[in-house]
């Protein structure tokens, strides 16, 4: 045989196998929604009176295992079914060459009896004949069932390769007020599972291989009829978009070659130019909209801060995986507890103009500043009012028992409505707010209320305002933007009020509470988060004298930072022959241990270079594992006389496109045209004339920092993905995509041999009877105290 068609006859027996198309359905949505799906599917319940009957497909091309997840479709709807025979009656038939009942629908009146005889169906096998099995139904009806006296479903689940007609039996079944869903199994024919179904088809046309998917979709549409409820009035039924597609394998003409065929009438062989296919699989789609029921989940506020991440437990609990420094907190806040004898008295509104969700961000806000606020040996106390056309006193100021009895005290205030009288609520508040708080002299507290607010008052404020000022309470206010002007008016300065733009907003304004609470802040930026690392060039060329004078100056910059692990972390590295980490981020918890080892760090001398300093803390210093914390500002001052930095140009580009802020400060007389090229596009460079003048530009160095600490963060920047993992953002937080042979949320755990590489994702949702992954946390540098 001439080798062309030989090559042509053996592509046609390859793929005379091949199955010629793989049906998929696909809802495009994100992760989280697909999550809520499959959650709601367990939430909803169907009560009313109906009779469902489901028709399995049990013939050879569905399959035997196609044929069990059409069983454990059918058992998971059952778990939504209130079934018994005033209710929900539920009956099944398989059908393959001729219909077979299985049990009828007055036959059992409980859920665990109809699960057990669904389970118990064995698999027959035969042609697939859906038409017939209509036609039975057709002419016997519901099997066992109450006519037409209360709704009739009938539920197909079959791969739509009938080897009769269905369209016309459909059609009369449907005319009867029969709602038939028509679910796919295995690789259906999707244009017979649209003629089976009833209409709006998008609502009736489901699969089966994606159960929980199917169960949710099926129940959304009943949903529509009042024949199915969710468990929380806040789940609603919305479209999303979704597509049918159909992986079909083509052949595809793709060139010619030299071929010989024999002729006709004579024994001649001729040369020819024969056709040469490929074989190729296409996707084809058909877009649609599907209709599934969706819950509020308990991350969607997205409550773990500081680059954590919320992982759902159940419908209304949730568990934040933390980054190293925030590990141990409640929603990865930091513990910022206040150290000044101060009573605070939070006036919340709760008016109509406020409306219930507004009241409930109030109390959210309120009960985050007391867990973040508040310990056992705090001197701070604590009250809690809420007004609209008048005042009520929910917690006078110090009277609870614990910080848990005041967070109870805080869920159980219920929303009023009504007018905003936020004058009249001052000044009641002024007066009976403080309880037995109100001792005079130099015994009393400083005494502090605090307004939350989002609907201007519908009262004058001015005077009351004035009223509490008398009486020598500091007023503060915290609300949106609408109100700003009149919080300017209550509290007397624009510097003591608080405006946020969103939920998450509001919650990033407690450090800059706590700051206004205990007194004026200090120069610098202790009120906001800050990975802060200082980079002093010890070479031959700047000299021990100066060296110490380098030395004194950080030390005084450090005085104007709140350093500890949650708020400010401060390191140092020195560089002269070599490179030494004097201290690294997380090494130091307090000041005063940063500004004793800052005295101890070691002159080295030799030959500096500056490239290899910042290459040195792009590796070893800025990173997650060494301290670095996920979503909090970077910023390196790298002090230098200038010589050994034309070499720096590329590591430093290299930090700040890591999300690190560099700072240039150069001394000497005349500026290095190699420190001028490390400016950066902010102009991030500072002159110095000598070593002696440093202290002159503390102010200046002070406001660069302080503005960088300013700056949007990327989470991923530096990465916290370990062992060369990809950090990608996602809704607020990261995950991470490991590389194979890694898995855990940050890549840090082998996998074990055998094993498929994991989600590749760093913050999966941990299967079925697993606990989430809080020990997978990028690791600290060894020798941190308490690790």
Known sequence: MPSSLLLEVLFIFLFSGVPLSHALQEVHVSRETIGKISAASKMMQCSAAVDLLFLIDGSHSVGKGSFERSKHFAITVCDALDINPERVRVGAMQFSSAPRLEFPLDALSSQQEVKAKIKRMVFKGGRTETGLALKYLLRQGFPGGRNASVPQILVVVTDGRSQGHVALPAKQLKERRITIFAVGVRFPRWEELHTLASEPRERHVLTAEQVEDATNGLLSALSASALCTAASPDCEVQPHPCEHKTLETVRELVGSARCWRGSRGSKAVLAAVCPFSSWKRVYRSHHSTCYRTTCPGACDSQPCQNGGTCLPEGLDKYHCLCPPAFRGEANCAPKLSLECRIDILFLLASSAGTTPEGFLRAKAFVKRFVQVSLSEDSRTRVGVAWYSGELAVAVP?????????????????????????????????????????????????????VLLTESPSQDEVASPARHARARELLLLGVGTEAVRAELEEITGSPKHVLVYTGPRDLFHRIPELQGKLCG???????????????????????GPENFAQMQSFVRSLTL?????????????VVYGGRVRTAFGLDTHLTRAAVLRAMSQAPYLGGVGSAGTALLHVYDKVMTVQRGARPGVPKAVVLLTGGMGAEDAAV????????????????VGPVLREALRRLAGPRDSLIHVASYADLRYHQDELLAWICAEARQPVSLCK?????????????????????????????CGNRSLRGDAPKARGSHPEPAEGQQPYPSQQPPRRPGRPGH
């Open 397 to 449: 100021v110090g009277e609870y028992r614990d910080v848990p009895a005041l967070l109870e005290s805080l869920d159980s205030l219920p929303f009023r409505g009504g007018a905003t009288l936020t004058g009249s609520a001052l000044r009641q508040a002024a007066e009976q707010g403080f309880g037995s708080a109100a001792r005079t002299g130099q015994d009393r507290p400083r005494r502090v209320l």
């Open 520 to 542: 004026q802040p200090r120069p610098g930026c202790q009120a906001r988060s800050l990975d802060l690392l200082f980079l002093l060039d010890a070479s031959i060329s700047v």
């Open 560 to 572: 104007q930072f709140d350093v500890n692990p949650d708020v400010t972390q401060v390191g140092l």
């Open 651 to 666: 590591p430093v580009q290299k930090l700040r496109n890591n999300g690190v802020s560099v700072l240039v400060v150069g």
């Open 718 to 746: 530096p990465s916290p993905c370990l062992h060369e993992g990809t950090c990608i953002l996602r809704n607020g937080s990261y995950r991470c995509e490991c590389r194979d042979g890694w898995q855990g949320p940050h």
